[in-house]
């Protein structure tokens, strides 16, 4: 399949090039879009066939469910059963931006977008480019990040032309994603709200308007109950660990990592912060990449994917990633860190 890639200005975006997308996903087809937190891999949420299409693409698990797109609250009233009063709260609060939320589900929205579960996941993204492009064509759209499934989450659409050129027929290229991280996602379909995936959108900030919220602690076994619980995810190729600690502790055995990898001949690769570089730099890894500033824990999360990524095409064979404190947006780096590691955390 021929792959266009379609550069569109996030700010003033091209009708035509809108319409030319919307015409592709009300005929079934997948298109990659922008989103404020990761480049979206879209299809019309209201068409099973279309939404099969999404798994085969990705190479996603069947039972992975899917966030579902939406412009405007009216949309939502189309696909689920009911509102709930934190849901109204969050709505109000949130969107657009990176909170999915997940309701009670009405019988439009197919078995293969929910994995078969009775809810549905839905978020209203905080980007020009998607917002037009889902009103263009009238459909909400079912939407994981347009990555090969396993792979580093895209944040530009570079990322998405490595991995789905030849896949899709249209790829939307606006840039750099601006929160770098997927959505939380909130459970809103009890009586408790539930943090099923931290993401975008901290905790604390929920808290501030919900009162006390609940984090998960997903299962392993069964359906997850959604997206990004139950399997490896972000996973760049080498063999990767994340190191957690107090900073003088972290860093000496980063060091002592590395001079172990030296010595088995292994290409090594160093994620860590502004603060940390300096010493770092003095081992000679073969990649030091600067997340960001400790203080300003955004900038780690809008870089995060960047930087696997670029292990990749380096050919890193050891990664070495600093670890976080979990409050505010810590929560939801870590998560990825740790996906992307398989696991592998070193505590020190």
């Not at 824990?297 to 809008?302: D, F, G, H």
Request: glycine share 8%; net charge negative.
């Amino acid at each position: 399949m021929d792959t266009k890639r379609a550069y569109i200005d996030p700010e003033h975006p091209d009708p035509a090039v809108l319409h030319e997308a919307a015409a592709l996903l009300r005929a079934g087809e997948l298109v990659a879009f922008p989103t404020e937190t990761v480049y979206g891999l879209g299809a019309n949420a209201l068409d099973a066939e279309a939404c099969a299409r999404i798994f085969e693409v990705k190479g996603r698990p069947q039972d992975n469910p899917l966030i579902v797109h939406v412009s405007r609250p009216k949309m939502v009233d189309e696909i689920i059963a009911h509102w709930t009063p934190a849901a109204e709260i969050c709505a109000r609060t949130f969107w657009p931006g990176p909170l999915t939320l997940v309701f009670p589900k009405n019988e439009r929205i197919p078995d293969r977008v929910t994995a078969g579960l009775n809810t549905v996941a839905v978020r209203m993204p905080d980007h020009p480019v998607a917002l037009a492009l889902i009103e263009a064509g009238g459909l909400p759209l079912a939407a994981p990040s347009a990555n090969l499934s396993g792979r580093p989450s895209p944040t530009t659409g570079s990322h998405v032309w490595e991995d789905m050129r030849g896949r899709i027929p249209l790829i939307l290229d606006a840039g750099s994603c601006n929160v770098g991280l997927e959505s939380t996602v909130l459970d809103v379909s009890g009586d408790v709200p539930v943090i099923l995936r931290p993401g975008g959108l901290a905790k604390e900030d929920l808290e501030k308007v919900l009162g006390p919220v609940e984090l998960d602690r997903p299962s392993v076994t069964g359906v997850p109950r959604a997206p990004g619980l139950k399997y490896r995810h972000y996973a760049p190729r080498g063999e990767m660990y994340v190191v957690v600690g107090p900073k003088d502790h972290v860093l000496d055995r980063m060091s002592e990592e590395i001079k172990i990898g030296r010595y088995q001949h292994k290409r090594i690769a160093i994620l860590c912060t502004l603060e940390s570089a300096p010493q770092l730099q003095l081992e000679q890894p073969d990649l030091l990449y600067v997340l960001g500033s400790r203080t300003q824990p955004q900038e780690v999360a809008a870089s995060l994917f960047a930087g696997l990524r670029l292990c990749d095409q380096r050919g890193m064979e050891l990664i070495l990633a600093e670890g976080f404190d979990e409050g505010g947006l810590g929560l939801a780096i870590m998560n990825r860190l740790d996906k992307a590691s398989g696991h592998k955390v070193i505590r020190v």
